[in-house]
C-alpha cells in the first residue's frame, strides 16, 4: 500500500521549490512511500485579478484535501525577516476546519526553508513554521546529529529542518550538503510516517 505525504512550499525565486523535490526524493527511496507536491498561491495587499486555479509553472496549488489526504507533510518557506513569508501564513490560517476537526493530529511534520544570507534567520523561520503545526496536534520531526553532514556543513542545514543559503542575489547553487540533508529529512519524515500509519 503505497502512503502520500505532501511537500508544501511558497517559493519565489526557485531555492525553496528545489528544496521542496529534493525532498521529496528523500521521501520516495522510502518503500511504500510517495511525496505529493504541492505549492501555496501568491498573496497581496490589494487583489486586482484573481489567480489562476493552477499555477503557471511547478506544482499545483494544494487544496485542504491534500492536508487529509496524507499521511504526513514537509512544509517549507523563503524566510521574511526571520519569519515565514506572508502567502505561507495566509495559507495556514485558513485552516480553521482542520484544527477543530484534528484532521492533522499525530501525523509527523518536517520543515524547510531558503535565506538570502548565512544568518538570514534559517532557524527563527523553521520554528515560526513549527507554531501552527503543534497547535495542529502535528509530530516535529528535524534532523538528528546522527547525520554527519550536520555537523561538517558551512552552508545550509540545522537540527530544525532542511536549509539553504542562496545568496544575497540568489544565485548560489544548492551546495552538496545541503542536498544530502534535504533528502535525509525526506526520508526520516517518511520512515517516521510509515511507521505511525502501520500502528494506526
Not at 504526513?72 to 495566509?90: E, Q, V, Y
Not at 503545526?133 to 555537523?151: C, D, K, N, Q, R
Not at 547553487?173 to 544530502?180: D, G, K, M, V
Amino acid at each position: 500500500m503505497t502512503r502520500e505525504i505532501l511537500v508544501l512550499y511558497y517559493s519565489r525565486g526557485g531555492h525553496t521549490a528545489q528544496l521542496a523535490r529534493l525532498i521529496a526524493r528523500g521521501i520516495e527511496e522510502v518503500p511504500g512511500m510517495r511525496a505529493r507536491l504541492r505549492q501555496v498561491p501568491p498573496v497581496a495587499p490589494v487583489t486586482e485579478v484573481a489567480q489562476p486555479p493552477e499555477p503557471a509553472d511547478g506544482a499545483p496549488y494544494v487544496d485542504k484535501q491534500d492536508l487529509a489526504e496524507c499521511v504526513g507533510l514537509a512544509m517549507g518557506s523563503p524566510t521574511r525577516f526571520g519569519n515565514m513569508a506572508a502567502p505561507l501564513k495566509h495559507f495556514l490560517d485558513s485552516t480553521g476546519a482542520e484544527w477543530a476537526s484534528g484532521a492533522l493530529e499525530g501525523k509527523p511534520a518536517a520543515l524547510f526553508t531558503s535565506t538570502g544570507t548565512m544568518h538570514g534567520g534559517q532557524e527563527s523561520t523553521l520554528l515560526s513554521m513549527a507554531i501552527p503545526l503543534l497547535h495542529h496536534g502535528m509530530l516535529l520531526v528535524g534532523i538528528p546529529f546522527t547525520e554527519a553532514t550536520l555537523s561538517i556543513t558551512r552552508t545550509g542545514g540545522t537540527p530544525y529542518g532542511a536549509s539553504h543559503v542562496a545568496g544575497a542575489k540568489a544565485d548560489q547553487p544548492i551546495s552538496e550538503h545541503e542536498r544530502e540533508l534535504a533528502r535525509a529529512l525526506g526520508r526520516r519524515l517518511a520512515d517516521v510516517a510509515r511507521r505511525l500509519a502501520e500502528h494506526a
